[in-house]
């Protein structure tokens, strides 16, 4: 946890925030911190800055907090996500999020399991938990939006060619041909399939819609490297 | 798994090979294989190709198999990482595998706990089911070598220098500036330090050992993304 996340529920008054839980706890056991001592906070939503504590016993936290830096500016890039099985669906999500990406969307393919969906990862508090895992990395405080899309042709067939509308549009595939290692160019929308890959008649209806396949490297990587080594390649915008 | 390993003692013959186990198990469980079914094998440190199930009981299969593929080219990439807690360790051993990639090193930096030094994650035995897990997704059949370095500045002084003849080395640091996201240049040796970063009194010899910074963006990454990030932007030979 690089940075504590205030909720609006925190906050006492502009200035001093008190909680309990998991984070009072991660303060005294983990960072070992004391009254006194200054913390990295930021509002969810909104500034990062610095947090004094105030007092610290074993169930409570109180902050007179400092906020005046804005969050880091957006990755502009939107991953679209064959959904992964759960605790792939956790890191991967926890990644996307550090690396600054603001919408996800977790997309059905023919070689997604069915029972995913069912998965109590995809309940919203246990998808925002790790949402702000990532933010908590990153010390960010946005977080992003999560989309569920459950039919593949209704998707890339009527809604994504208009969210390519003036953005360019990637795909992880095999069988493309290698090209130069470069930039993306963005905004960007990302597209990692399912670990058994995307069938040919998934491929063409995404080439349609204006995405492009694009290689990366001879060997199978898993969901979670390839999304790091797509998102990797999207420059931070400034 | 998409490449089922097969090691040397496991040949009854040139093309008969027997197994048990994990993979055996694996083949039955997870893969629904049944006698004459073909699968993708590959001979540790030799070639790859297909074998076809002659029998498969509860805990023994037995494959005729034809290996006349080689293994695809390794990564021109050295991976240097500061050893991260176990359970990202073996993570990122398995990733790191799956780029392609022949040698690891697993190095002390002052903010690495001194614990996991200890940690059973270590043991050769544990080592090498994280290598093979990467093989095995990566369909490649050549294990990479690990070396521990526990003495940061005699790595860096002494020996890295004479590594980094005729290569390109890069570490991820947050504080360098950003550059245009392009290929690295191979052959590369790849630095990327703890959770808590490389301490300046760490920046600085290796910059004089001949590395360079290089910025992965604005955001703190978790190891194993980083690593991600980085050895997606080396190129593939050929």
Redesign the interface.
Known sequence: M?LLLLDDDDFATATRVSFGGRRAHHVRRILRAAPGDTLSVGRIGGEIGTGTILSLDTDRCILEVRLDTPA??P?PATLVLALPRPPVLGRVL??TT???VKRIVLLHTRRVEKTYWQARALEPAALEEKLRLGLE????TLLPEIVIRRRFRAFVEDELPHWLEGKHGVFAHPAAS?D?????ETPAVVLVGPEGGLLDTEVDPLCQAGMRPIS???????V??AV?????????PG
């Open positions: 690089n880091p500016t990755l926890a990644a550090s690396f600054g990395q990153a010390r960010d290698p130069p290692i470069a930039g993306l990366l490297g001879p060997r199978a990587l898993r979670e490297t790091a080594a797509l998102l990797g390649r999207v420059p931070s």
